[in-house]
């Protein structure tokens, strides 16, 4: 297989994302963050206005899953913070439920589930809510399966999932593509740096006075709505000789968010501080692990990837354990907000969600306009995005 070299990148980044967002109305849903915030906005809905928090900015339910913190605890968190902004918490919760009535279409569910859905989104994030961000919440079937994997997980099955051995080396392929000595230079600079030897030795009660190497680095071809920026996977060696350990790093350029930004939003100005600010309010045990930092003198996103982290993968679901995802999912994103709101804040925000709603099985008419709206908006725009590729594929 002939590799690209670094100038070949973009255009087969770009063609391959066109293809991915092809693949299914779901993934076009996924990797259309950009459009969903401008036909949000060209649509004229009116939103409750809730408090500026940190929100995902692109809360999607694969954008959530299992986390694991540096002492190896896990819990459900949100787990992509790329689009993160002080934000109204509103526009979280319509792409959460924006991205569910998609995977009920999928699912080829009834509209009947799919209305049951929305309306769970709204009660389960109030409840949570509620709660102040405290209390544990009832795991439906398949997070409990997704847990109880993710607990069981080591290092080995990691380097066999991410780079396909324990060797330490990345296999060069269809993932992995070769770097420039630029770049090279430019990761071996950053992982050196004093920010990162915090992360890499803080995990796992690691020795602080540890050696830490990069031992081999790759551009990683991952994602669907990032593909085309900078994203390297780096193998790191921590410590010597017996005690020597591996650590996979996940280094993701920073761009500016699409996601609207609230005005008089005291943010950090450089978008990886961005991106690890808003993790480590919205999902503390990943803000933890995260630094920000520079490669080629773009704004980078540090990670150590652990074995416990894990995507929320829905394959299909029944109706009633549908339902059951969708009200667990927003009882975590109302956790995120939740956890920023004093007990007044989160009383009145609890009280606008429920505007201009009727009793019965109904959500509130603000949400469902904006999902039934955005659905038949995203269902356009991704046959058109179909028929384009079709025609260039001919």
Known sequence: MKLPKPDQRQDLLAARQQEKM???AQTYVRGSTAQFYAWLEQDGHSLPDGPSVWICGDCHYGNLGPVANSKGDVAIQIRDLDQTVIGNPAHDVIRLALSLASAARGFDLSGVTTARMVEQIVD???AALADGGDADQDKPPVVKGLLKTSRRRQWRHLAEERIEDVRPTIPLGKRFWPLADDERKSLAA????????????????RPSEAEV???????????????GLLRYAALVAVGEGKKRELALVDVKEAVKAAAPRASKADMPKDNGERVVAGARNLAPYLGERMRAGRVLDRSVFVR??????????????????????????????G??????????????????????????LD????????????????????????????????
Request: glycine fraction near 8%; include cysteine.
């Open 124 to 126: 389960g994030y109030q």
């Open 213 to 227: 190497e990069l031992v081999d680095a790759a551009y990683w071809v991952k994602g669907c709505s990032s593909l």
């Open 335 to 360: 956790r995120a907000h939740g956890r920023q709101m004093d007990q007044g804040d989160r009383k009145a925000w609890a009280r606008e969600l429920d505007r201009n709603r009727s009793g019965g």
């Open 190 to 205: 950053l992982i050196a740096s004093e920010p990162l030897r915090d992360l890499i030795t803080g995990l796992y009660s």
């Open 304 to 333: 150590e990837l652990l074995p416990q982290d894990l995507k929320l993968e829905i394959e299909t679901l029944q109706p009633g354990e549908a339902v059951l995802v969708a009200r667990f999912l927003a009882g975590v994103v």
């Open 363 to 394: 959500a509130p008419s603000w949400l469902w306009r904006s999902v039934t709206e955005l659905m038949a908006s995203h269902e356009a725009a991704y046959l058109d995005h179909c028929r384009r590729c079709a025609a260039i594929a001919a």
């Open 22 to 24: 092809a693949r299914s």
